[in-house]
């Protein structure tokens, strides 16, 4: 958590709420499912459900997919992305953080407020639990999902052949078609020169790394 709160606070948090790419829609839909379910575990006595729920999402998928996903858009150091599109990302960054640390207060009560205490300069005890929000609460938020398994096998691929993360790859990738709104960051991440989408699956000649993911073979 601390951790995560220190690269957040590297942002500013806006204001009013822009337009948001996919990504950031999946995973504040996916958050706000999280939050329903918790709402209704904390109510019944539960803490254990809660407690872990909140940490799958925010460690299994938030530091370890969306936070990766979204750093060179957030910081826009080469302009690659619009400013619309970088405050997209510190919005998002801040919606989760912000409700996530509230979710948590009843169990975790020191951490979350001294990390809201600086971040947001009010105690976290003196906020509503983060109740979860309709509109989002009915979106779909397979995408999360689905990134996350693209992610761990491009990952795996690399690591397979010895590969630092940050190196290139040449061959073509054929990731599933749902993703194509999710390009520009997936490319970003993992250093994909070429990539082709595909409907139901790829050509017969590629090869399956892993997940949905298939690279071209020659």
Excluded: C
């Excluded at 918790?38 to 729920?53: G, R």
Aim: net charge negative; no cysteine.
């Amino acid at each position: 958590l601390w951790n995560i709160a220190r690269f957040i606070s590297s942002f500013p948090k806006p204001v009013e709420k822009v337009s948001l790419r996919a990504l950031d829609e999946a995973t504040i839909a996916y958050l706000n499912n999280v939050l329903m379910k918790i709402d209704q575990a904390y109510s019944e006595l539960d803490v254990y459900e809660p407690t872990n729920m909140i940490y799958q999402f925010t460690w299994n998928y938030f530091a370890s997919h969306y936070i990766e996903l979204v750093k060179n858009r957030a910081y826009n150091v080469q302009s690659k992305y619009s400013e619309e599109e970088q405050i997209a990302a510190w919005y998002t960054l801040h919606y989760v953080l912000d409700r996530v640390l509230r979710a948590l207060a009843p169990v975790m009560p020191f951490i979350t407020d001294a990390i809201y205490e600086r971040l947001y300069g009010e105690s976290v005890h003196e906020k509503r639990f983060p109740e979860p929000e309709p509109e989002w609460v009915n979106r779909d938020y397979s995408l999360a999902l689905l990134i996350m398994d693209v992610n761990s096998a491009i990952w795996s691929y690399k690591k397979k052949r010895n590969m630092k993360f940050s190196e290139p790859i040449h061959e073509k990738v054929y990731l599933p078609v749902k993703l194509e709104n999710v390009l520009k960051e997936i490319a970003d991440l993992h250093h994909l020169l070429n990539v082709e989408f595909y409907e139901d699956k790829p050509p017969e000649n590629a090869l399956h790394i892993g997940g949905s993911v298939y690279i071209a073979t020659g």
